[in-house]
Protein backbone atom coordinates (compact mmCIF):
# COMPACT_ATOMS: atom_id res chain seq x y z
CA UNK A 1 0.00 0.00 0.00
CA UNK A 2 2.98 2.23 0.65
CA UNK A 3 3.55 2.83 -2.91
CA UNK A 4 0.13 3.46 -4.06
CA UNK A 5 -0.11 6.02 -1.52
CA UNK A 6 3.14 7.44 -3.31
CA UNK A 7 1.60 6.49 -6.77
CA UNK A 8 -1.09 8.63 -5.35
CA UNK A 9 0.97 11.49 -4.49
CA UNK A 10 2.17 11.96 -7.89
CA UNK A 11 -1.26 11.70 -9.35
CA UNK A 12 -2.61 14.27 -7.12
CA UNK A 13 0.29 16.58 -8.16
CA UNK A 14 -0.29 16.63 -11.45
CA UNK A 15 -3.97 16.84 -11.59
CA UNK A 16 -3.27 20.14 -9.97
CA UNK A 17 -1.33 21.07 -12.37
CA UNK A 18 -4.15 20.31 -14.83
CA UNK A 19 -6.83 21.56 -12.70
CA UNK A 20 -4.90 24.75 -12.65
CA UNK A 21 -4.52 24.54 -15.84
CA UNK A 22 -8.71 24.64 -16.42
CA UNK A 23 -9.53 26.80 -13.38
CA UNK A 24 -11.22 29.40 -15.73
CA UNK A 25 -13.47 26.70 -16.60
CA UNK A 26 -14.06 25.05 -13.57
CA UNK A 27 -17.27 26.28 -11.81
CA UNK A 28 -17.35 23.69 -8.39
CA UNK A 29 -19.45 25.70 -5.88
CA UNK A 30 -18.70 24.72 -2.37
CA UNK A 31 -20.89 21.94 -0.97
CA UNK A 32 -21.44 20.94 -4.12
CA UNK A 33 -21.72 16.78 -3.88
CA UNK A 34 -23.62 16.34 -7.58
CA UNK A 35 -20.63 13.90 -8.70
CA UNK A 36 -20.89 12.10 -5.56
CA UNK A 37 -24.81 11.54 -7.05
CA UNK A 38 -24.92 10.01 -9.94
CA UNK A 39 -22.18 7.84 -11.30
CA UNK A 40 -21.36 3.88 -11.11
CA UNK A 41 -17.54 5.47 -9.84
CA UNK A 42 -15.24 2.86 -11.70
CA UNK A 43 -11.88 1.48 -10.12
CA UNK A 44 -9.26 -0.77 -9.42
CA UNK A 45 -8.92 -3.72 -6.83
CA UNK A 46 -6.30 -1.61 -5.69
CA UNK A 47 -8.34 1.65 -5.27
CA UNK A 48 -10.83 -0.40 -3.53
CA UNK A 49 -8.81 -1.84 -1.07
CA UNK A 50 -7.12 1.67 -0.05
CA UNK A 51 -10.74 3.28 0.41
CA UNK A 52 -11.79 0.50 2.33
CA UNK A 53 -8.51 0.97 4.67
CA UNK A 54 -9.62 4.76 4.98
CA UNK A 55 -13.34 3.00 5.93
CA UNK A 56 -11.86 0.90 8.28
CA UNK A 57 -10.49 3.83 10.35
CA UNK A 58 -14.07 5.44 10.99
CA UNK A 59 -15.96 5.07 14.08
CA UNK A 60 -18.83 2.34 14.18
CA UNK A 61 -21.63 5.06 13.62
CA UNK A 62 -20.19 6.21 10.40
CA UNK A 63 -19.85 2.41 9.33
CA UNK A 64 -23.07 1.04 10.12
CA UNK A 65 -24.73 4.43 7.91
CA UNK A 66 -22.40 3.44 5.07
CA UNK A 67 -23.53 -0.43 5.35
CA UNK A 68 -26.75 1.29 5.02
CA UNK A 69 -26.05 3.27 2.04
CA UNK A 70 -24.31 0.34 0.30
CA UNK A 71 -27.83 -1.75 0.91
CA UNK A 72 -29.55 1.10 -1.09
CA UNK A 73 -27.16 1.60 -3.61
CA UNK A 74 -27.39 -2.54 -4.85
CA UNK A 75 -31.02 -1.96 -4.78
CA UNK A 76 -30.71 1.08 -7.30
CA UNK A 77 -29.90 1.82 -11.10
CA UNK A 78 -25.95 -0.11 -10.76
CA UNK A 79 -24.84 2.94 -13.72
CA UNK A 80 -25.88 5.80 -11.41
CA UNK A 81 -26.21 5.51 -8.02
CA UNK A 82 -25.48 8.08 -4.42
CA UNK A 83 -21.95 7.02 -3.49
CA UNK A 84 -22.24 5.26 -0.19
CA UNK A 85 -19.57 7.03 1.12
CA UNK A 86 -21.51 10.08 1.02
CA UNK A 87 -22.39 11.22 4.14
CA UNK A 88 -24.13 15.07 4.89
CA UNK A 89 -22.84 16.15 1.34
CA UNK A 90 -19.01 15.18 2.18
CA UNK A 91 -17.16 12.31 1.20
CA UNK A 92 -16.22 10.06 4.42
CA UNK A 93 -13.09 8.25 3.29
CA UNK A 94 -11.70 11.84 1.05
CA UNK A 95 -8.41 11.37 1.56
CA UNK A 96 -8.85 7.49 0.70
CA UNK A 97 -10.91 8.08 -2.16
CA UNK A 98 -10.53 7.00 -5.85
CA UNK A 99 -8.66 8.07 -8.68
CA UNK A 100 -11.84 8.73 -10.51
CA UNK A 101 -13.03 11.17 -7.60
CA UNK A 102 -9.57 12.78 -8.14
CA UNK A 103 -10.10 13.32 -11.75
CA UNK A 104 -13.72 14.47 -11.40
CA UNK A 105 -14.27 18.16 -13.00
CA UNK A 106 -11.34 17.55 -15.88
CA UNK A 107 -12.49 18.22 -19.40
CA UNK A 108 -11.82 14.46 -21.08
CA UNK A 109 -11.94 12.90 -24.41
CA UNK A 110 -14.55 9.99 -25.44
CA UNK A 111 -13.91 6.55 -27.36
CA UNK A 112 -13.71 8.78 -30.22
CA UNK A 113 -11.71 11.45 -29.18
CA UNK A 114 -14.52 13.67 -28.82
CA UNK A 115 -14.66 16.39 -25.91
CA UNK A 116 -16.17 14.49 -22.93
CA UNK A 117 -17.90 17.32 -20.45
CA UNK A 118 -17.97 16.59 -16.57
CA UNK A 119 -22.09 16.11 -16.44
CA UNK A 120 -22.38 19.03 -14.25
CA UNK A 121 -21.90 21.10 -17.48
CA UNK A 122 -25.77 21.11 -17.74
CA UNK A 123 -26.54 22.36 -14.44
CA UNK A 124 -24.15 25.83 -15.69
CA UNK A 125 -21.31 24.36 -13.42
CA UNK A 126 -17.72 22.97 -14.87
CA UNK A 127 -17.27 23.94 -18.44
CA UNK A 128 -21.04 25.28 -18.89
CA UNK A 129 -20.08 28.93 -20.50
CA UNK A 130 -18.12 26.86 -23.52
CA UNK A 131 -20.72 23.64 -23.42
CA UNK A 132 -23.43 24.11 -26.35
CA UNK A 133 -26.45 22.47 -24.77
CA UNK A 134 -28.07 21.73 -28.10
CA UNK A 135 -25.19 20.30 -29.71
CA UNK A 136 -24.17 18.91 -26.87
CA UNK A 137 -20.52 19.75 -27.53
CA UNK A 138 -17.64 22.25 -27.17
CA UNK A 139 -18.70 25.70 -28.41
CA UNK A 140 -15.29 27.45 -30.28
CA UNK A 141 -17.83 30.14 -30.75
CA UNK A 142 -18.65 30.77 -26.72
CA UNK A 143 -15.04 30.07 -26.22
CA UNK A 144 -14.43 32.68 -28.29
CA UNK A 145 -17.39 34.84 -26.43
CA UNK A 146 -15.55 34.43 -23.13
CA UNK A 147 -12.18 36.04 -23.75
CA UNK A 148 -10.62 33.41 -21.98
CA UNK A 149 -6.83 33.37 -21.44
CA UNK A 150 -6.43 29.72 -22.24
CA UNK A 151 -8.14 27.52 -25.25
CA UNK A 152 -9.49 24.29 -22.92
CA UNK A 153 -7.78 21.26 -23.46
CA UNK A 154 -8.67 17.90 -23.48
CA UNK A 155 -6.99 15.61 -21.21
CA UNK A 156 -6.91 12.09 -21.16
CA UNK A 157 -7.63 10.63 -17.96
CA UNK A 158 -9.15 7.54 -17.23
CA UNK A 159 -8.46 4.67 -15.10
CA UNK A 160 -5.95 3.05 -17.83
CA UNK A 161 -4.42 6.36 -18.57
CA UNK A 162 -3.22 6.40 -15.04
CA UNK A 163 -2.80 2.82 -14.73
CA UNK A 164 0.02 2.55 -17.47
CA UNK A 165 1.83 5.32 -16.21
CA UNK A 166 5.30 4.62 -16.09
CA UNK A 167 5.52 5.48 -11.87
CA UNK A 168 2.91 2.33 -11.87
CA UNK A 169 5.37 0.36 -13.52
CA UNK A 170 8.68 1.62 -11.49
CA UNK A 171 6.62 1.14 -7.98
CA UNK A 172 5.59 -2.43 -9.43
CA UNK A 173 1.65 -1.40 -8.88
CA UNK A 174 -0.76 -4.63 -9.17
CA UNK A 175 -3.89 -2.58 -9.67
CA UNK A 176 -6.00 -6.06 -9.60
CA UNK A 177 -9.63 -5.65 -11.27
CA UNK A 178 -10.93 -2.93 -13.01
CA UNK A 179 -15.01 -2.55 -12.00
CA UNK A 180 -17.91 -0.28 -10.83
CA UNK A 181 -17.98 0.33 -6.90
CA UNK A 182 -21.06 -1.50 -6.13
CA UNK A 183 -19.24 -4.76 -7.83
CA UNK A 184 -16.83 -4.90 -4.96
CA UNK A 185 -19.71 -5.12 -2.45
S1 LIG B 1 -15.72 8.14 -2.76
FE1 LIG B 1 -16.03 10.18 -1.89
S2 LIG B 1 -15.47 11.63 -3.55
FE2 LIG B 1 -15.79 9.61 -4.49
S3 LIG B 1 -17.95 9.59 -5.17
FE3 LIG B 1 -17.85 8.69 -3.07
S4 LIG B 1 -18.28 10.39 -1.69
FE4 LIG B 1 -17.70 11.27 -3.68
Known sequence: ????????????????KIFDYQKEYLFCKE????CCKRGDYPMTGLEFKY?????EKLS?????????????????D???????FL????????????????????????????????????LGLNFSQIYDKEKKHLSAELVDKGRFKVFPRIFRLNNRVFMNLPLAKELNLDFGEDKKMIEFF
Open 87 to 122: IDEKCSIYQYRPIVCRAFGVLTEDAKGNPAFPFCAT
Open 78 to 84: RENYICP
Open 51 to 55: LMSGY
Open 31 to 34: GCSY
Open 1 to 16: MENYVKFLKSVDEDLK
Open 60 to 76: DETKSIIQKNIEKAKKS
